[in-house]
């Protein structure tokens, strides 16, 4: 009898931080095109709306966490922004494509002093960490008093057409394009891992219990995408 095909289980909590650097590491070099193609280039107008969200100064030093291929990086840069990317996957951080420098560290524990950056910005990585209290608590300790984060993470739309569409894309498409051209694990492991997001607005009230306030959630392209956006309180 044919056994019901099943999707492939979400490592543990121990094995996740290896699985999920081991991971991108192999899927760096297609990184870049997958997400054009998938996104339908979609994903470059997310990263300008995040950048605009920053109100960071002319120069102002922003540090992309969790930076990947450097495409936010670049964002940053051409928004006039001296963008810092810093990532754990040293094969991301061989295949990135900005300028920027790059420092390869862990988002949970940010080799940066407190208070010197002028902004923070983190894309499509919140559900890849082992655990996102300390990420936040490790930007609100980075952020000078005044300056803004924002967080770019896939999200459940409300709409329910569109919730069925998008849902069927993300489960079955994704892991099919990314199983032609790249690494099929990997593009399963990533709308699976969606249940590490918190629910809702859990999200909002986690970051307000990180000490940053004024949190705004922004839904973009019919709320499959969010952008979540905070600010550290002057002194
Ligand atoms: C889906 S990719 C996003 C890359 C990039 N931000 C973008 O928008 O295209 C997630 C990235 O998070 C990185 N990552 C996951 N956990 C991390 C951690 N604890 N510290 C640093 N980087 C991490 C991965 O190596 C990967 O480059």
Redesign the pocket.
């Known amino acids: 009898m044919k056994q019901p095909r099943k999707k492939p289980p979400l490592p543990t909590f121990s094995e996740k931080?290896l699985t999920?650097?081991k991971m991108?590491d192999r899927i760096a070099p297609r990184y870049d095109f997958l997400?054009r193609l998938m996104t339908f280039g979609l994903d470059t107008r997310w990263?300008k709306k995040t950048v605009k969200h920053m109100h960071a100064h002319p120069g102002g030093k922003v540090l992309?966490?969790?930076?990947?291929?450097g495409?936010?990086c670049d964002s940053l840069h051409k928004a006039g922004m001296k963008a810092v990317g810093?990532?754990?996957?040293r094969g991301?951080l061989k295949s990135f494509n900005s300028n920027a420098p790059l420092i390869n560290?862990?988002?949970?524990k940010i080799p940066i002093h407190d208070s010197s950056v002028d902004g923070v910005t983190?894309?499509?990585?919140l559900r890849?960490?082992?655990d996102i209290n300390p990420f936040l608590n490790e930007v609100a300790r980075i952020l000078k008093p005044g300056s803004r984060v924002a967080i770019?993470e896939v999200d459940e739309p409300e709409n329910r057409y569109i919730k069925t569409v998008h849902s069927f894309y993300f489960n079955k498409i994704v892991p099919l394009i990314g199983g032609l051209f790249s690494d099929k694990a990997a593009y399963s492991y990533?709308p699976s891992s969606v249940i590490y997001l918190p629910e809702k607005n859990e999200i909002i009230k986690m970051i307000e219990q990180s000490g940053l306030s004024n949190v705004k959630k922004f839904r973009l392209t019919g709320g499959i995408v969010q952008l979540l956006v905070a600010e550290k309180p002057k002194n």
């Open positions: 931080e999920v650097r991108f997400n990263r992309d966490v969790a930076c990947g291929t495409d936010l810093m990532d754990f996957s991301m560290g862990d988002a949970l983190c894309g499509f990585a890849n960490f082992l770019l990533l």
